[in-house]
Antibody, heavy 123, light 109 residues
Framework: QVQLQESGPGLVKPSQTLSLTCTVS??????????WSWIRQPAGKGLEWIGR???????NYNPSLKSRVTISVDTSKNQFSLKLSSVTAADTAVYYC???????????????WGQGTLVTVSS | SSELTQDPAVSVALGQTVRITCQGD??????ASWYQQKPGQAPVLVIY???NRPSGIPDRFSGSSSGNTASLTITGAQAEDEADYYC????????????FGGGTKLTVL
């Protein structure tokens, strides 16, 4: 059973960089045709896709966040990470990591999710 | 604004059937996946592809698609189905980016 666990600071000051890590257990991050994503959810609001990475290193980002986001992967540690720079209060949210899978061109989904971690941006 | 549009709230009587819809241009080319989220919990995948359920998801959940609309149907809704439901698909630009609908709050009466 694959499990994902987010970790990182729960409080970040405005203008600083938010850094989170997702540790994957129960399987190799490099196995299969999976990609690894970050998704966030402000309190009382909907889900927002942040971006994804393949273990090849290829990335895609949400255009609205692209200038501030970096997602990286460390296959030796079975981890992938998120960095979001120049944060403001609007970046306060629960951040989820998730495993994605694509079957052909028409099918894509997130089958495993972490429990989520709340990051608050405040001085 | 989201490229996938969902009704904010839907209600259903216990044991009845409810359909939750998701509209967007990208759905003409790509299937939606559906997620159930209960308060304080991470989303859970309930439907993906044409109409596939992950292991452990009850068969009262089903999916369908027509034109620019994807639907999640719950046949015989149970009290435990009360939750927020989100659709997800790729964006309509063809860049294969993930987009979520705004979510539908399902109330079971």
């Amino acid at each position: 059973q694959v499990q994902l666990q987010e970790s990182g600071p729960g409080l970040v000051k405005p203008s600083q960089t938010l850094s989170l890590t997702c540790t994957v257990s129960g399987g190799s991050i490099s196995s299969g045709s999976y990609y690894w994503s970050w998704i966030r959810q402000p309190a009382g609001k909907g889900l927002e896709w942040i971006g994804r990475i393949y273990t090849s290193g290829s990335t895609n980002y949400n255009p609205s966040l692209k200038s501030r986001v970096t997602i990286s992967v460390d296959t030796s540690k079975n981890q992938f990470s998120l960095k979001l720079s120049s944060v403001t209060a609007a970046d306060t949210a629960v951040y989820y990591c998730a495993r994605g899978f694509t079957s052909g061109i028409a099918v894509a989904y997130f089958d495993y999710w972490g429990q989520g971690t709340l990051v608050t941006v405040s001085s | 604004s989201s490229e996938l549009t969902q009704d904010p709230a839907v209600s259903v009587a216990l044991g009845q059937t409810v359909r939750i819809t998701c509209q967007g241009d990208s759905l003409r080319s790509y299937y939606a996946s559906w997620y159930q989220q209960k308060p304080g919990q991470a989303p859970v995948l309930v439907i993906y592809g044409k109409n596939n359920r992950p292991s452990g998801i009850p068969d009262r959940f089903s999916g369908s698609s027509s034109g620019n609309t994807a639907s999640l149907t719950i046949t015989g809704a149970q009290a435990e189905d009360e939750a927020d439901y989100y659709c997800n698909s790729r964006d309509s630009s063809g860049n294969h980016l993930g987009v979520f609908g705004g979510g539908t709050k399902l109330t079971v009466l």
